[in-house]
């Protein structure tokens, strides 16, 4: 299984699924216009991951970067969707840690990560970023 | 109603005299108006306007809540433009700030029919504090509705009431027996 790369365009982020790093990033401004042509691949991707991580060896721990500035709300069902998935690799022996990162300014979005957290039943790191 | 006559006067004048120019600067002056536009909403006009809206509102914790409101508020536009295209009537945005508060305003048309279903939606967000606009927010996020909305499952209303922190003043008025031309007003403090 390959890793999943998606560089950064005007209305969508950087996504780095990197498999060799267990660490997934997600980087950047998240507004497309239709957030299913953008996650639907993602979803996928995911899907067969999952799968993956119960037949195959694998680092034993995921780390997930969510650095997003900024998702508009078409993208939150998606972005909730990702977290529910991710979570489920507790089941498979993997370690989830979520780390989310935040302008030091930025309370709403530092709230939105806290009410994920309370949502799905996931522990976060929050990292506040002074810039 | 001046969105309205706006409109409706890009719409009939061809020819824009100057003292027509001169009315509409005083207007926005008056009106604190920081940044604005009537047309056609694109996507590639929201990043330019975007890209305007962070070089005009300062402060970096202030900003990032109207850069939030905004974006909701033009992919709304954007939304109904597409629903609209073989008829342009132009859509109004304007940035704009008093004492206390960023504003934002947007107008579009919309057909009368839908009118009853949005104002019981803006009633009902506004009729709620900020406690129970979360967990509406979170209660459509966890629903097992499909993921194929492209409408954000009507999270983007309830998003920007909650990053506002204030109500919605809205308006309709009447363009003919099945348009009206839709007015929200979204205020955000200007000192967080």
Sequence with gaps: MDSLKIEKQDTTPLLDFNLDKMEFILEGECRPENGLVFFEPVISWLDVFIDFAGSVELGKKLEFHFKLEYYNSSSAKFIFNIFKRLKSLNSKGIQLSVLWFYDVLDEDLLESGKEYEKILGLKFHFLALQN | ?192
Excluded: C
């Excluded at chain 2, 824009?16 to 207007?27: E, P, R």
């Excluded at chain 2, 900003?63 to 433009?81: C, F, G, P, Q, T």
């Excluded at chain 2, 009902?124 to 966890?142: G, T």
């Design chain 2, 1 to 192: 109603m001046f969105f309205y006559v706006k409109g409706f006067v890009l719409r009939l004048m061809r020819s824009i005299d100057s003292q027509f120019a001169y009315d509409t600067h005083q207007m926005m002056d008056l009106k604190s108006v920081r940044l604005s536009f009537s047309g056609e909403f694109t996507s590639d006009l929201v990043s330019v306007l975007l890209l305007l809206a962070k070089n005009n509102v300062g402060g970096r914790s202030v900003m990032k809540k109207v850069y939030n409101v905004m974006i909701e508020s033009l992919e709304n536009l954007i939304k109904h433009a597409f629903f609209h295209n073989e008829d342009s009537f132009p859509a109004i945005f304007i940035l704009g700030k008093d004492e206390a508060f960023y504003y934002l305003a947007t107008g579009n048309k919309i057909e009368n029919k839908k009118i009853s279903e949005l104002q019981k939606r803006l009633e009902k967000v506004n009729h709620m504090n900020r406690i129970d606009l979360v967990k509406w927010y979170n209660s459509i996020l966890m629903s097992d509705q499909s993921l194929n909305s492209t409408n954000g499952a009507g999270l983007g209303i309830i998003d920007m009431a909650i990053k506002s922190n204030n109500k919605f003043e809205y308006g309709f008025h009447k363009i003919d027996e099945n348009h009206s031309f839709f007015t929200l007003k979204i205020k955000i403090e200007s000192e967080i």
